[in-house]
Structures are given as C-alpha cells and as structure tokens.
C-alpha cells in the first residue's frame, strides 16, 4: 500500500455522512488507517456476505425476454468463471479503477524497479537510491516529500505547472489523546468539526467559475502563498500556473514545495518519452540513469466500463450508459416494470446542457487534466454540472420523463387487489391523515430546501466567499 497515500480533506470528512469516527490518529490520515475504517464498517454491518473480492466481472448482457441481467464472473483465485442473473445490474466501479502507465516508449525495457503509485509494491525501497518521479498530479505532491528524504537523488519530471493548495482547517498534525477521548465523549463535538469542515468546502464552488470573485482572489493568493516558500524566480515561473485555480484537481500540498527545494531534488520540466534500460529520457533527448522509476501518472479517466455491458438489441453500454438508477430501485420494486431505459433525448440534452456550462467554468481552461483524461482541451471536462449541494438537490427526485418504462403486461396492475398496504398493517393507525394541525410536508420545492437544509439556522454569510467559521449551530 501506497506509504504516503492519504486523504486530501480532513479524515473526520473522509467517512460516510451517518459513520463518524472518533478515533483518527490525524487530520489527513493514511491509506492503511482509511482501509480499516472501511474494514471496521463491513464487521458492524455485517457486509462481508454480500461481498466477493478478487472476482472480476468480465460482460453484462441484457435478457430482454426474461427482464434479467446475465453477468459473467471470473474467479481471480483459481481462473475459474460463472455466470450470475439480476434484476438490477448497478456499475458502481467508477472511473479511478484502471492506473494509466506514461504513454512513453520502452516501459519493459528498464532494468530498475518500475512502479506505479495506485499500484504500489510494499518492497519499493528507495534509501539511498536514485529516484524518478513522473507526474506532478495529487499522488505525486502526496509521495515527494517522503519519497525525498528517503532518496539520495529524486528527479521529478512535470510537464506542466500545478496550485498547490493549503490544507483545510489546520495543517497536517497528530490528534491528542485527550482529542480524541474528548471527540468519543462528545459526539457533538465532533459532528461540530465535521460539519465546520464541510460548510468550508461547501462555501468554495464559485472558484470553479472562470472570472468570478473568489476564482480571481484565490489565483492571487496561492501565488502569494507559493512565491514566500519557493523564493526563486526561475522556479516561481514554471510552477506556478497561468490557467485558473482548479483547472486541475485541487489538492493540499503538506510540506511537498518545502521537499521540491532540498538539495537532494532536481526538477526537469519535460516529459518522458521513453524509458531505456538506465532510467528516464525526456523529450529533449537528456538521459537520467536511474534505480527506482515512480510513475505517479494517474488513471484512465475515459469513463468507459472495463467490460462490456450489452442492452437492449446488444447494444454496448460502455459508451452511453447511466448510472442514475438507484432513486428508481423502488420504483421498479413496487409497480410492475419489465425495464427502464434512459430515453436518448434526455442523455443528449443534459450532456448538451454540461458543455454549454464548462464554456465558463475553469476545467475548459489550457491545463492538462483527468477531467479531460490527461488532454488540454481533447473533450468537454466530465464533471457534474454544478456545485455538491446542487449534485445533490438535482438528483433527490427521480425525472420519470426521462426514462423508457417497459412493463409486464398492465401498467396498472400493480394496483393489485383495491387494498392499501395499511390495512395488512396490524399495527398501522387507519386514521393517520386526520390531525389538530397542518403538519404534512410542504410541496413547493424551495419550502422543502429551506427545511432540509436548515435555513436560518446559521449567522449570515457573504455569499460565494471562503467560509471560515469559528463555531457551528447543530
């Protein structure tokens, strides 16, 4: 496991929104410390039976006749495959699944050690070897600083400049014993930091938004803020970006311009274009003999399923699938639904609608990008269309004309028999609608925001700002 791999926003944020733990060592905690959390929530909630690892699934194919999906598994173990039938197939893989290798020449031909930082080997060692560090994205403003005092000589090679952004809140450090006893006492201690440290990403999405007030602040301050560690001209100049802050990813960079300055660090701003079997050769023909070759070079970000998945008529969805199923599970569950399908107008119109908004969004800026799978302007960056809070307030309500409704046999007939599932209730009160007051749920849109999202429940902000409370109303 990655030794240096951590989260990039405060670990007590770093969990599912209903599972806080009390008991993180840090504020950024570590790769190891985040996979036991995952492990201690399988345990409490009993996953593990509906968990198979090392089993990789390999086709998807749509049984139109029987309203089912058959997907082929392959046993990682033993080689062995089997096939498994469902009514609803969810692709829950994402996209960060499939590391991406330099597209450099001669990746066999290297007679050091060659490792990729999502992929890492645990008898990677570096002390006292000659390193190179290709790509300067978040993995690898994560793994230079350890990867630095380690090494006798690291080479990082960026072919193009990066934000280096402060951490959120305070900086990286170890949480007390007497924190941590106080955060497992106190949950509303903690929910309180949890909800300060979320309201600050929250308050930022403007930034995202080419011309804005905050974008404009926010360029002049992290230069501010680069040019008093880096104190070097030649380096201010070609590390620190022209394009808007957030073009690429944003992450915090703990103590990774302090170890780009140590003696023991070269920087080569060009490319790799090959690997020989000594090291490194860029594109302007220089050669870096090396021991230990890092490549912190990212992912395959082109969105496509790793295996095919076939639809109606055999259709492959590895190019047009939707993923917005899970609000219609019910649905489907409930009434008498053969299959749902994404209607192809509504697929063409909001991908239409998300290029018309990254026209004016930072991600459509000249920098080289995972949203534009590591292009300069190659596609329309693929990004939610908006903030978090909206991501969410689009997708609470399922859009039925949005979706092909097949049934079997009556769209009807799950009107069943005439009566309600209250009446089978022994227990229910058949007089539940009669009440002294109003108290049902408000039908307006903006009613129900303003209820779920507590509004007036905090002092008055200045909108579109960086949101720096002190304290927090629960």
């Avoid at 507590?454 to 579109?464: A, M, V, W």
């Amino acid at each position: 496991m990655n030794p240096r791999c951590a989260c990039d926003v405060p670990a007590h944020n770093y969990t599912y929104s209903f599972e806080p733990k009390h008991d993180w060592s840090r504020i950024y905690a570590g790769s190891e410390e985040i996979s036991q959390y995952f492990e201690d929530f399988k345990e409490k909630y009993k996953l593990g039976r509906f968990i198979r690892l090392r089993h990789q699934v390999t086709e998807a194919q749509w049984l139109d006749a029987d309203g089912l999906w058959q997907v082929e598994v392959t046993n990682l173990e033993d080689s062995s495959s089997f096939r498994e039938t469902c009514h609803i197939l969810i692709n829950a893989s994402g996209y960060l699944n499939t590391w991406a290798w330099p597209d450099s020449a001669g990746l066999s031909d290297f007679e050091g050690q060659l490792v990729h930082s999502a992929n890492w080997n645990d008898e990677t060692e570096l002390q006292g070897k000659n390193v190179a560090l290709v790509g300067n994205g978040p993995s690898a403003v994560q793994l230079l600083p350890e990867s630095q005092s380690k090494a006798h000589q690291l080479t990082t090679f960026m072919r193009s400049p990066l934000w280096v952004l402060p951490t959120i809140g305070d900086g990286q450090r170890v949480y007390s014993a007497e924190e941590i006893q106080h955060f497992r006492e106190t949950p509303e201690a903690l929910l309180r930091i949890r909800k300060l440290n979320e309201a600050v990403v929250n308050s930022i999405f403007s930034v995202y938004l080419s011309n804005s007030i905050l974008q404009e602040q926010s360029k002049i301050d992290l230069a501010d803020s680069m040019r008093r560690v880096i104190k070097n001209k030649e380096i201010e100049a070609k590390l620190i970006p022209e394009w808007g802050v957030g073009c690429r990813r944003l992450t915090p960079g703990v103590g990774y311009l302090e170890a780009l300055l140590a003696a023991n660090v070269q920087i080569v701003h060009e490319g790799v274009v090959e690997l020989t079997k000594e090291g490194c050769k860029t594109s302007d023909g220089a050669v870096y003999p090396m021991d230990v070759i890092i490549c912190a070079t990212g992912f395959d970000t082109s969105f496509i399923p790793r295996f095919p998945i076939r639809g109606h008529g055999g259709k492959n969805l590895q190019t047009t699938q939707a993923d917005h199923i899970l609000a219609l599970i019910d649905r489907y569950q409930t009434e008498n639904i053969h299959s749902l399908t994404p209607k192809s107008t509504a697929q063409a119109d909001f991908c239409e609608h998300v290029a018309s908004f990254m026209k004016d969004a930072v991600y459509s800026e000249k920098c080289r990008s995972g949203h534009k799978n590591h292009t300069v302007d190659g596609r329309v960056p693929t990004l939610w269309p908006g903030s978090t809070l909206h991501y969410m307030e689009a997708l609470r309500d399922v859009r039925a004309d949005d979706w092909e409704v097949k049934y079997n046999g009556n769209r009807f007939a799950w009107l069943g028999n005439g009566i309600s599932q209250t009446e089978f209730d022994p227990t229910s009160d058949l007089a539940w609608y009669i009440r002294g007051q109003d108290d049902g749920p408000y039908s307006s849109r903006r009613k129900k925001r303003e209820i779920r999202t507590r509004s007036g429940s905090q002092p008055s902000r200045i909108l579109h700002r960086t949101l720096r409370p002190t304290d927090y109303n629960l």
